[in-house]
């Protein structure tokens, strides 16, 4: 059946900034995950960024080639490209209530949408994207969707040398790995999020005095001192579902997470390019590293814990009407059968909503942990009985 267009939805209009500042809070560590190369698709949980293990002195690097991912997660496992975020949220979260998330989404998803709102925010000019949304009970999901998961850089292109960089500047500590993601929540709006992002290394830092990363702080931190043996576990992975899960790797605490840019010397990267994603998935280390004919310096990693907070307290506008355009989003969905896909045109003023075709984002089992009391339900009986 032909898809068909069903609603567009505009920018939400400007807020009173004296009564709305969102921001975010109470973020957690929920889970990771490493893709390992294999014949068949496999993830390591809880797997591990590489470190953060630069030279001394200067290092020539070659030139990114051949095979680049663009969306390893569609890549590896387009069945279900955000099933591997459920799996290992329960591997290491077995009883995590999943009905008390109003959305479970990709860091690029809300970027998009960031720069859908304030064009502004993003480094180049506004590209058209899609968004695949499911919404079940009262939680959503946003898949990311790309045009192509992966690219390939010819011998004769030149792409720059981020990819090579961190191969010669970051040690990998899970064999086989192919890049590490991190699932966390937090707060914001009004809104629980769940959000996954691929990470580039982390960076060991002594623990921050009174800092909770999660429900089980103290045993998290313990835990991220001991690297796990690999093994298997057939009772983590339900026999229907076509991902392979070992439990290998260490827990790395949010506060050593760093994100890696290069660029060419005359070309300084500057701090408001980076504070969208730096701000999304809450990463306070940041590494930006120059080169000069593929000559790079040993560079500083930054703090960039102050830059974030202030991005957020300027953009406050622009937050508040990202919440308001989230709502739209998972409201008209609702509406419309709690399937549909998000489009934009790099040029209008709103967002295209279409039906969506095809299968479920997740294998049937998952959907089981959605099916317990929603929380508009939980509402009202607990009004009922005031």
């Given at each position: 059946?032909?898809?068909?267009?069903?609603?567009?939805?505009?920018?939400?209009?400007?807020?009173?900034?004296?009564?709305?500042?969102?921001?975010?809070?109470?973020?957690?560590?929920?889970?990771?995950?490493?893709?390992?190369?294999?014949?068949?698709?496999?993830?390591?949980?809880?797997?591990?960024?590489?470190?953060?293990?630069?030279?001394?002195?200067?290092?020539?690097?070659?030139?990114?080639?051949?095979?680049?991912?663009?969306?390893?997660?569609?890549?590896?496992?387009?069945?279900?490209?955000?099933?591997?975020?459920?799996?290992?949220?329960?591997?290491?979260?077995?009883?995590?209530?999943?009905?008390?998330?109003?959305?479970?989404?990709?860091?690029?998803?809300?970027?998009?949408?960031?720069?859908?709102?304030?064009?502004?925010?993003?480094?180049?000019?506004?590209?058209?994207?899609?968004?695949?949304?499911?919404?079940?009970?009262?939680?959503?999901?946003?898949?990311?969707?790309?045009?192509?998961?992966?690219?390939?850089?010819?011998?004769?292109?030149?792409?720059?040398?981020?990819?090579?960089?961190?191969?010669?500047?970051?040690?990998?500590?899970?064999?086989?790995?192919?890049?590490?993601?991190?699932?966390?929540?937090?707060?914001?709006?009004?809104?629980?999020?769940?959000?996954?992002?691929?990470?580039?290394?982390?960076?060991?830092?002594?623990?921050?005095?009174?800092?909770?990363?999660?429900?089980?702080?103290?045993?998290?931190?313990?835990?991220?001192?001991?690297?796990?043996?690999?093994?298997?576990?057939?009772?983590?992975?339900?026999?229907?579902?076509?991902?392979?899960?070992?439990?290998?790797?260490?827990h790395v605490p949010v506060h050593s997470i760093l994100e890696i840019k290069t660029r060419v010397l005359h070309k300084p990267i500057g701090m408001q390019e980076v504070l969208p994603q730096l701000w999304v998935s809450q990463t306070t280390n940041l590494v930006r590293a120059y080169h000069k004919g593929g000559v790079f310096y040993p560079p500083d990693v930054e703090d960039a814990t102050l830059e974030i907070n202030?991005?957020?307290?300027?953009?406050?506008?622009?937050?508040?009407?990202?919440?308001?355009?989230?709502?739209?989003?998972?409201?008209?969905?609702?509406?419309?059968?709690?399937?549909?896909?998000?489009?934009?045109?790099?040029?209008?003023?709103?967002?295209?909503?279409?039906?969506?075709?095809?299968?479920?984002?997740?294998?049937?089992?998952?959907?089981?942990?959605?099916?317990?009391?929603?929380?508009?339900?939980?509402?009202?009986?607990?009004?009922?009985?005031?």
């Open positions: 059946m032909a898809s068909l267009r069903i609603a567009d939805i505009y920018r939400p209009k400007s807020t009173d900034l004296e009564a709305v500042r969102p921001s975010i809070t109470n973020v957690k560590h929920l889970s990771s995950y490493n893709w390992i190369e294999s014949r068949t698709p496999t993830i390591a949980v809880p797997g591990c960024p590489p470190l953060w293990s630069p030279p001394r002195s200067s290092k020539k690097v070659d030139k990114d080639s051949g095979l680049i991912y663009v969306a390893q997660n569609a890549a590896r496992y387009p069945e279900s490209p955000l099933e591997p975020l459920f799996r290992s949220l329960y591997i290491e979260n077995p009883s995590y209530d999943i009905c008390a998330v109003d959305l479970i989404t990709d860091r690029n998803n809300l970027r998009k949408l960031l720069a859908f709102i304030n064009p502004s925010l993003s480094k180049h000019e506004l590209k058209p994207f899609t968004i695949e949304v499911e919404v079940t009970n009262d939680t959503a999901i946003f898949c990311r969707a790309e045009t192509k998961a992966i690219d390939f850089i010819k011998p004769n292109e030149f792409k720059g040398y981020g990819h090579e960089f961190e191969k010669a500047f970051t040690t990998s500590q899970i064999a086989g790995s192919t890049g590490h993601h991190r699932i966390i929540s937090y707060d914001f709006g009004g809104l629980k999020l769940i959000v996954r992002y691929e990470t580039d290394a982390y960076i060991e830092l002594p623990e921050p005095q009174g800092q909770v990363e999660s429900e089980n702080g103290d045993l998290l931190n313990m835990m991220g001192k001991l690297t796990l043996a690999q093994t298997d576990n057939p009772s983590d992975i339900p026999s229907k579902t076509k991902l392979g899960t070992r439990r290998q790797g260490k202030n991005w957020e307290k300027v953009h406050a506008n622009d937050l508040q009407m990202l919440v308001l355009l989230i709502k739209d989003i998972i409201k008209v969905v609702r509406e419309n059968d709690g399937s549909a896909v998000i489009k934009h045109d790099g040029r209008k003023n709103h967002l295209e909503v279409w039906t969506r075709d095809g299968s479920r984002m997740l294998p049937v089992d998952l959907y089981s942990k959605f099916h317990h009391e929603s929380k508009s339900t939980q509402a009202i009986e607990s009004d009922s009985r005031k």
